[in-house]
């Protein structure tokens, strides 16, 4: 029998061609019946939740007993913690109570109880408290997991490479992916610049997302294509077309790496302007990519990721260890590291989330109700900074207070190391540009700052009013939209009559349609994930300054985002096109 062809469209977030098995993987919650039970099978049932608490502590054991030296200290600590509160007596007691006092199934029971005390832990006036319900809730679904037999949470041990189906990662189960393993990632929701979609990139993993209810519509070990050149996926291919992927595929290999081998990785113009290509990284581990691209160094160290998927934040003395390696590897390169910016789409287990969490409590504003965390992270910055190039950039500056507050905090840190006589280097201070306010104010944030960097992901997010991580209107989201342009301006202009270097360090300049706007309107420092820069390199070299001024001058005038790529095309498609078509961009005619 042959199994009928599908397909279905999403976003191509990392460019690639796949061809595969799925693996998925869903992280729902498990579903539970409420059942009556006969009160001569109340002590079975108690038995089984007994079983049920055994059973998932051993599975805890074995992990931890598995765990290599390598594995680090935090990850020992929180497999511990869990072995802790599966035996928690709180939890154990209020179900055992419920099964006996409602004469319920242990799994209503557990869920009913574990309910309870979350609710219980969140309304405490204590954060400690508060911080505490998420671990429970998890801790619960573990329970009742192995009680139902259902599906684990965690990623799935890939033996094989396979096509990773998902609803969605949070960043830190993404910062598990491998490229080894995964040959591609397809997820239900998520946008171009969703923290998924940029770690893909970063791996080089092609990714497809926000293609709605593809966890409901593929199952494991169905055959599909991920083409993300077209934002496609293909369930039970054609062999034809299969052997068609193939070749695209191996085409997009061949050309990345023509692109790696072109001679001595020039970073200038047609006419010979020079412009840094800087790396976007979000964990160590990508540091290996950035050596290879040759990078002029990090542009943008999202310092967030270290604090995702564990139950305390790093310590002052590991994020000391962490940076000073990364600063000492990259030296005499600078590392700008971004100050955490948790929140929104980055939410640590311990956070709640707010009605609007991209204009709630994120990155700056985190740091202003816990100073502590804030302040931790800069002592730790100061002292790396004794190992390299060190900058200090904060996110999610939102006015003159902002930055102002931020250095206060970074003043603090100084003193703090001060009195206690330790070594400490000195640092540059950058803000973000990302949120329209700061653009507006750059003037005002020019004299507080030695640098600017500006994150189209979130301005662009803030100034179009699109949420970025919504696939429902991910397409409205374009950073070559001339309101945002007009932003980047305005942004360049303050900056240079300032003296104070600007780059661009959002998905923007990874684009290369978007190359040429860029440089044509001033930029000369551009940092990406690694895995863009011997395209953008590419593209610098095939447009002079002079013509990009002119096409930014009139890309300004445009009424819209297609507009300016029809400008773009109708300009460069003859130096351009190949490279466009080889990301699998089309433009508007
Ligand atoms: C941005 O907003 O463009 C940016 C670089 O930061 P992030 O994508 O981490 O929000
Ligand atoms: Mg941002």
Known sequence: MTLSRRSYEGIGASPGVAIGEVVVFDRQNVTVRRRHVAADAVEAEIERLETAMAEARREVEVVLEGLSDAAGADHRLLLQTQLLMLGDEMISSAATDAIRGGRINAEWALRQSVDAICARLRSADDALFRERADDVHNVGEHLLRALTGQRARTLPALDHPTILVASDLTPAEAAHLS??????????????SSHTAILARALQIPAVVGVADITREIGPGDTVIVDAMRGEVVVHPDPEEVEEARARGERFEAFRERLRDVEARARETADGVRIALLANIDLEMDLPHVKHEGADGIGLYRTEFLYLDRSAPPSEDEQVLI???????????????????????????????GPNPALGLRALRVAFERPELLVTQLRALLRAAASGQVRVMFPMVASVADLRRAKVMLETARGDLEAQGATYGPVMIGSMLEVPSAVLMADRLAPECDFFSVGTNDLTQYALAVDRGDPRVAHLASSLDPAVLRLLQRAHAVAEAHGK????????????VATAVLVGLGYRSLSMPTAAIP??????????????EEVAREALEQDGAADVERLVAARFGDRLGELWREQGIELPR
Not at 179 to 192: I, N
Not at 336 to 350: E, H, Y
Not at 536 to 548: D, F, G, Q, T, Y
């Open 179 to 192: 490229a080894s393993r995964v040959l591609a990632l397809v997820t239900d929701s998520g946008s171009a």
């Open 323 to 353: 940076y000073g390696r990364v600063a000492r590897r990259m030296a005499p390169r600078p590392v700008v590291f971004r100050t955490f910016d948790l929140g929104a789409d980055k939410m640590p287990n311990a956070m709640r989330r």
């Open 501 to 512: 270097p600007i780059s661009v360090c959002g998905d923007l300049a990874a684009d290369p």
């Open 535 to 548: 395209l953008v390199a590419e593209a610098l070299r095939r447009v002079p300054v002079p013509e990009a």
